[in-house]
């Protein structure tokens, strides 16, 4: 019996900064996962990622990650994927210096 398709969005890291980043709705890869593009068909998800693959001289491991549809946007329904919106965990700075 075939799985069901959840929810998912294109997320990798950006070649230079090392940053977090989703792919946006537009095209272009953002910081913020409210502004992903939240993919609810198989095939365009797959799609979004064969373009992402595409895409290394932007971003490094794009990879399609589980979520679900939030108030604001997509929101993580996996540890690691909500961990890594927080940045990074060595010492705050980056995104853990406003929290």
Do not use: I
């Amino acid at each position: 019996m075939a799985s069901v398709f959840t929810p998912k969005v294109v997320t990798a890291n950006a070649l230079f900064e090392g940053d977090v980043v989703y792919l946006a709705a537009d095209g272009d890869w953002t910081r913020r996962l409210a502004e992903a593009d939240l993919f609810t068909n198989e095939a365009a998800a797959a799609l979004a990622l064969l373009d992402a693959e595409a895409r290394a001289h932007e971003v490094v491991g794009p990879y399609l990650a589980d979520m679900t549809a939030g108030p604001q946007g997509p929101q993580p329904t996996h540890f690691r994927e909500a961990f890594r919106t927080r940045g990074p965990s060595n010492y705050a700075h980056g995104k853990q210096e406003t929290v």
